[in-house]
């Protein structure tokens, strides 16, 4: 958990000064308007940085929980050490390979039912080789994996189920 929290600390700082940043710079090249107040920068930058930090401490904490809760309810006897390292190694994944692999199944496939099906399959059988390789038992692994993959694929269908029905609605 604590390896959660410092993580989405890190986001929030990382995403304040950028911001911050971003904004500062874009207030020394507007010439017409007034310069705006430190504070004000600082403000607009917080709540930016508040809304980024919100959106993937969300993520982060469905992956922990999903992967806490697989171990409880499944009795796996996992360490805590263990499920930090199966939480750094599927965060990773998903950040980083995953949406290199979602690119290729979407020019492969197209943008259809089969997509997040064919991407559910492979989210489960990589999860489940970050398990073994980091050292989890082999059923261990594949309950986890397949349940944070399940996780995945709902929020992906609900995501896919809004935007039909905003696409219906227009």
């Not at 796996?76 to 980083?96: A, H, M, R, S």
């Not at 997040?116 to 989210?123: A, D, F, G, T, Y």
């Not at 073994?132 to 189920?161: D, K, N, P, R, W």
């Amino acid at each position: 958990m604590n390896i959660a929290i410092s993580i989405v600390g890190a986001i929030f700082i990382l995403s304040f000064l950028l911001f911050s940043v971003w904004i500062f710079i874009a207030e020394r090249k507007d010439v017409s308007s007034e310069k705006k107040n430190v504070f004000i920068i600082s403000f607009v930058s917080f709540c930016l940085a508040l809304i980024v930090t919100l959106v993937f401490g969300a993520g982060i904490f469905i992956l922990l929980g999903s992967i806490k809760m697989t171990n409880t309810f499944f009795n796996l006897d996992l360490t805590i050490k263990q499920v930090g390292f199966i939480f750094i190694g599927y965060l990773l994944f998903l950040f980083t390979i995953d949406n290199v692999i979602e690119l290729v199944v979407k020019a492969i496939v197209g943008k259809n039912l089969a997509n997040p099906l064919l991407l559910l399959l492979i989210r489960i059988f990589t999860l489940h080789i970050i398990g073994l390789f980091i050292g989890i038992h082999q059923t261990s692994s594949f309950l986890i994996a397949t349940v944070v993959a399940l996780f995945i694929f709902l929020i992906e269908i609900y995501v896919i189920l809004c935007e039909q029905n905003k696409n219906e609605a227009i």
